[in-house]
């Protein structure tokens, strides 16, 4: 081997082995600062851990929601809302901006022309004109700086995936409870109805017998008083279906025109509403791999840290290479004809002397946002199962309320009509059929907000434990089309 070749060759052997040095630290996973368990309430903790159980993140929308018509909402959404769809993009534009850092990996090649004139002492001058391919200033990327952006780009980039099957989480859970509540809103306009057709004839027995001289004038203000009170009910709950059904038609993103029972013709009550099945809660560390805002959290949380990997290798030298090859010529026309063939290479390495602390700075910067990303990756955690025993909670003590405010109205509903029957005979007076009346509407108020609570309790549990991101895989929404491919 000739003597001369040997630290050429130990020099591009250094390089291959540089070539694979990385400075981003070895990533571990923060331990979860949450509980072991879920906090009982009563046996409810322990349906939750039952063997073998179907994890909700497992159980697509479709199979949870039984309501056809609902089903049909959710797909209408997932079609059309606007902010599912901005999630979608940024999707689009992160993959953008990933595939511009793995450009960055690799030389890009031009091709270059150029054209000069040299000043002659005598006044003329001489031509030259270039043209070929070139190379310029492509990174030899020994320590891993351009690298280490890629990697943070495509973290980023997995992140804003995760970042759009959360929105879809919200979206589902959104249009399901506002349907729920727009049910809920009939029911309680139907109820409202009767009793107002119930106290406008009390008011018109009670208005007779004052005029005959048989009652008191107090007893007919009462009734009047109550009929108003069930008017301003009656407003006021069109007013929150109107709203109700805005914000419906908001998270849709498109006219519900025969998608809704309408206000005086309330078909379905929620009584009546098909149930959702019940998902088991699990254990709390299962909410790391189920819920999709904590996988984009530490997706940004390994961004960050590959960021930190790219601040080191900014302290070492950075090597370029600026490569061309082509002809030149003193004349154009004949410059792919008899043109001077040939090639330069121009390598350059900058080491960091003096840069008035900026690679510190950027290092400093780097660990602190990694510290942040760790702080913001356990919030997410802690959130999480916050919102979970949140949810476990509701879900118990409403289906003990349900069952009590029901009885309660019963009980009520029969008070009634003992008062109605005892005033009737003259044993009790007006004031205690109005109060008995007064309390059966309320209580039959009650009876329907606390079903609409409980069963959207269980559209919450559904969301908190990471329910409706997955799709059947014969039945894939078209808005997830744009995200399908893969870098």
């Given at each position: 081997m000739n003597k001369t070749m040997l630290p050429q060759l130990l020099a591009v052997s250094a390089?291959?082995?540089?070539?694979?040095c990385s400075m981003i630290p070895s990533y571990e996973r923060p331990l979860a600062p949450i509980a072991t368990s879920y906090p009982e309430y009563g046996n409810d903790a322990l349906a939750n851990a039952m063997p073998g159980a179907t994890s909700a993140s497992s159980v697509a929308w479709q199979d949870f929601f039984s309501d056809a018509k609902l089903k049909r909402l959710i797909?209408?959404?997932?079609?059309?809302?606007?902010?599912?769809?901005?999630?979608?993009?940024?999707?689009?534009?992160?993959?953008?901006?990933?595939?511009?850092?793995?450009?960055?990996?690799?030389?890009?090649?031009?091709?270059?022309?150029?054209?000069?004139?040299?000043p002659a002492a005598n006044g003329g001058g001489t031509?030259?004109?270039?043209?070929?391919?070139?190379?310029?200033?492509?990174?030899?990327?020994?320590?891993?700086?351009?690298?280490?952006?890629?990697?943070?780009?495509?973290?980023?980039?997995?992140?804003?995936?995760?970042?759009?099957?959360?929105?879809?989480?919200?979206?589902?859970?959104?249009?399901?409870?506002?349907?729920?509540?727009?049910?809920?809103?009939?029911?309680?306009?139907?109820?409202?109805?009767?009793?107002?057709?119930t106290r406008q004839e009390s008011t018109r027995l009670s208005k007779l017998r004052f005029d005959n001289g048989v009652t008191s004038e107090l007893d007919y203000r009462q009734a009047e008083s109550?009929?108003?009170?069930?008017?301003?009910?009656?407003?006021?709950?069109?007013?929150?279906?109107a709203l109700d059904e805005n914000a419906l038609t908001l998270l849709v993103g498109q006219p519900l025109v025969g998608e809704l029972p309408t206000a005086a013709a309330q078909s379905v009550s929620l009584a009546q509403a098909q149930p959702m099945i019940d998902v088991p809660a699990g254990l709390p560390s299962e909410l790391l791999t189920n819920r999709p805002d904590i996988r984009q959290a530490e997706q940004l949380l390994l961004a960050?840290?590959?960021?930190?990997?790219?601040?080191?290798?900014?302290?070492?030298?950075?090597?370029?290479?600026?490569?061309?090859?082509?002809?030149?010529?003193?004349?154009?026309?004949?410059?792919?004809?008899?043109?001077?063939?040939?090639?330069?290479?121009?390598?350059?390495?900058?080491?960091?002397?003096?840069?008035?602390?900026?690679?510190?700075?950027?290092?400093?910067?780097?660990?602190?946002?990694?510290?942040?990303?760790?702080a913001q990756y356990e919030k997410s955690i802690q959130t999480a199962f916050r919102e979970v025993a949140d949810a476990l909670a509701t879900r118990t003590t409403l289906a003990d309320q349900l069952q009590s405010q029901q009885a309660q109205a019963n009980a009520e509903a029969v008070r009634f009509k003992l008062s109605d029957l005892r005033y009737q005979n003259g044993i009790a007076s007006y004031l205690d059929l109005l109060d008995a009346q007064r309390s059966l509407f309320a209580a039959q108020l009650a009876v329907v907000q606390t079903r609409l609570a409980q069963l959207q309790s269980r559209v919450t549990l559904y969301k908190t434990l990471g329910g409706g991101w997955k799709e059947p895989v014969d039945d894939v929404p078209a808005v997830n089309a744009a995200s399908a491919s893969k870098p």
């Open positions: 390089a291959v082995l540089l070539v694979g797909g209408l959404s997932l079609a059309n809302n606007r902010d599912l769809r901005v999630a979608v993009l940024s999707i689009e534009q992160t993959r953008a901006q990933y595939q511009i850092r793995r450009a960055d990996q690799l030389p890009t090649v031009n091709a270059a022309f150029t054209g000069s004139r040299v031509n030259q004109y270039n043209v070929g391919l070139a190379v310029t200033a492509y990174e030899l990327d020994f320590f891993g700086r351009v690298s280490s952006l890629k990697e943070a780009a495509l973290n980023q980039y997995l992140a804003t995936e995760e970042g759009r099957k959360t929105a879809q989480i919200s979206l589902i859970s959104a249009v399901a409870n506002t349907y729920l509540s727009v049910l809920a809103d009939g029911e309680l306009l139907d109820i409202t109805r009767q009793t107002l057709v109550l009929l108003e009170a069930a008017r301003v009910a009656y407003a006021q709950q069109q007013r929150q279906r960050s840290n590959a960021n930190l990997g790219a601040a080191r290798a900014a302290f070492f030298p950075r090597i370029s290479l600026t490569v061309g090859a082509g002809s030149a010529s003193s004349r154009l026309s004949e410059l792919l004809k008899n043109g001077s063939w040939g090639w330069t290479m121009a390598p350059q390495l900058l080491l960091p002397i003096f840069d008035a602390g900026r690679n510190i700075a950027g290092l400093d910067s780097a660990n602190a946002g990694r510290d942040i990303a760790i």
